[in-house]
Antibody, heavy 117, light 110 residues
Framework: QVQLVESGGGVVQPGRSLRLSCAAS????????MHWVRQAPGKGLEWVAI????????YYADSVKGRFTISRDNSKNTLYLQMNSLRAEDTAVYYC??????????WGQGTLVTVSS | QSALTQPASVSGSPGQAITISCTGT?????????VSWYQQHPGKAPKLMIY???NRPSGVSNRFSGSKSGNTASLTISGLQAEDDADYYC??????????FGTGTKVTVL
């Protein structure tokens, strides 16, 4: 079955960088677009970014554009999110998820990023 | 990219039907038949319940149904059950090729 395992979360100071990874298994990773979605503690879901199955296109939420970069390595079945210039408001659980039919299909369990001095 | 508007809470008794609304604009909900709905229990990852306005993924109960009129989409849960007690979020594709989620609705089964 589809399995998505995020890693790389932790505590980071404002202005610093962090890279999240998402290891995928149970499906043909190179055939599917992928999303990152985040959820601040006690708050709702916020869509972050999407990347095409072949990495040819990427789109971002305005709140992270210019600071975050989504990428993938299809040879390693892994999705990434490079987060630069982190702010307190970026504190959230970050989920990686599969794309299909203009929806977010399968979700990982998330990794917590805390931006604090 | 403003969040889609949902009621903060909706409640119903077991066996009843409830409807959750999701209001956007002509640049998202009203412009495309690409509205999806997600269920999230506390401490768990969200689960896709409806895609493309009214389609159910395999394994999702037919008690869940979706519809859309103009800039407002709706999720109806019929025959409410205790396990339906959860948070629900709508989402839509947008004219910027991005996605936006709703503000979320807490469903309480009385």
């Amino acid at each position: 079955q589809v399995q998505l395992v995020e890693s790389g979360g932790g505590v980071v100071q404002p202005g610093r960088s962090l890279r999240l990874s998402c290891a995928a298994s149970g499906f043909t990773f190179s055939s599917y677009g992928m999303h990152w979605v985040r959820q601040a503690p006690g708050k709702g879901l916020e869509w972050v970014a999407i990347i095409w199955y072949d990495g040819s296109k990427e789109y971002y939420a305005d709140s992270v554009k210019g600071r975050f970069t989504i990428s993938r390595d299809n040879s390693k079945n892994t999705l990434y999110l490079q987060m630069n210039s982190l702010r307190a408001e970026d504190t959230a659980v970050y989920y990686c998820a599969t794309y299909g039919d203009y929806a977010v299909w399968y979700w990982g369990q998330g990794t917590l990023v805390t931006v604090s001095s | 990219q403003s969040a889609l508007t949902q009621p903060a809470s909706v409640s119903g008794s077991p066996g009843q039907a409830i409807t959750i609304s999701c209001t956007g604009t002509s640049s998202d909900v009203g412009g495309y038949n690409y509205v999806s709905w997600y269920q999230q229990h506390p401490g768990k990852a969200p689960k896709l319940m409806i895609y493309e306005v009214s389609n159910r993924p395999s394994g999702v109960s037919n008690r869940f149904s979706g519809s859309k009129s103009g800039n407002t989409a709706s999720l109806t849960i019929s025959g409410l059950q205790a396990e339906d007690d959860a948070d629900y979020y709508c989402s839509s594709y947008t004219s910027s090729s991005t996605y936006v989620f709703g503000t979320g609705t807490k469903v309480t089964v009385l």
